[in-house]
């Protein structure tokens, strides 16, 4: 029986792509988390300089349109410093990263109660501790299993039970 072999460069070019596919999963990580200090920096400027109700606004998502668009602004401006691309690039990464962190923040904020205890107390630094609390609720969201290797199951795939090794399953 003759064995099947793949041409060295096939061989090359598979090793070659996998590696690179690990190590776009830590930079869009990375990514991630730089996004998340960026908005994490411009809510904390807001709260330090008094604004803790239009924090507490913008997520609930109840701030006026030109105050949205102003934080916005300088999250999208903070996160171009800090990632240190240049170009069309920069500015279509920062547009698909900006969003999801966003909604994880927004979600981690209803999830947390956090905005009634933000709205309840607008003291600067009860702000900053809440504020504190969020980015560590939204980095959970984010990066849920650590270095785990966890996985977060769709609902279909929690309910269906799983076979031990050697156990044949049966639909």
């Known amino acids: ?94 547009g698909w990263v900006l969003p999801f962190v966003l909604e994880k923040l927004f979600q981690a904020a209803r999830a947390s109660g956090l905005l009634a205890r933000l709205e309840a107390n607008p003291t600067v630094a009860e702000g900053l501790l809440r504020l504190e609390e969020l980015r560590q609720r939204a980095a959970r969201l984010i990066f849920p299993d650590g270095a785990s290797g966890a996985e977060v199951l769709a609902d279909e795939e929690a309910n269906t039970p799983l076979a031990l090794p050697g156990e044949i399953q049966s639909n």
Do not use: I
Not at 1 to 28: C, I
Not at 50 to 55: K, T
């Open 1 to 94: 029986m003759k064995k099947f072999q793949l041409p060295p460069q096939v061989l090359g070019a598979v090793r070659h792509t996998g590696h690179r596919a690990s190590q776009t999963g830590r930079w869009v990580s990375h990514l991630a988390l730089r996004a998340l200090d960026a908005v994490q920096e411009v809510l904390r400027a807001e709260v330090e300089s008094g604004h803790v109700r239009l924090v507490a606004d913008f997520l609930a998502d109840k701030a006026l349109p030109a105050a949205k668009a102003l934080l916005l602004e300088r999250m999208t401006a903070r996160l171009l410093l800090r990632l240190g691309l240049r170009g069309t690039l920069l500015t279509n990464v920062a």
